[in-house]
C-alpha cells in the first residue's frame, strides 16, 4: 500500500483504491470505511468501541491503541481491495 493524502485526511491506498483512511479528532481518532462485511467480521471485537453504518470506527483516545486488531482491520481492507478489479485511469492520450 502506498501512502496518500485524500479527502483531506491521511490514507493507505493499493492499487488506486483507498484501503484505509485514519483520522485524529479532540476525544477518539477514526478508521475509514469499514462496510457491512468487515463489521459482521469483526463484531465481537468492534463490541466495545463505536462505530455506525456510514463506515466509521471510532477508538478513544483515553484507551490503549488496539494495535492488532488495526492491523488486522489493514489486511481484511487491504484483500477487499486486491479482490476488485483495478480502476481504470481516465489519462488523456496525446495529440
Do not use: C, Q
Request: proline share 6%; no cysteine; charged share 30%.
Amino acid at each position: 500500500a502506498e501512502e496518500a493524502i485524500s479527502y483531506g485526511i491521511p490514507a493507505f491506498k493499493l492499487d488506486g483504491r483507498a484501503v484505509l483512511y485514519f483520522a485524529a479528532w479532540k476525544e477518539h481518532y477514526s478508521l475509514y470505511p469499514t462496510g457491512a462485511r468487515l463489521v459482521a467480521a469483526f463484531r465481537k471485537e468492534l463490541a466495545r468501541y463505536e462505530f455506525n453504518a456510514k463506515g466509521t470506527i471510532r477508538f478513544p483516545l483515553a484507551e490503549p491503541v488496539p494495535a492488532k486488531l488495526i492491523e488486522r482491520i489493514a489486511k481484511f481492507r487491504a484483500r477487499e481491495v486486491a479482490g476488485r478489479e483495478p480502476m481504470k485511469t481516465n489519462a488523456r492520450k496525446k495529440r
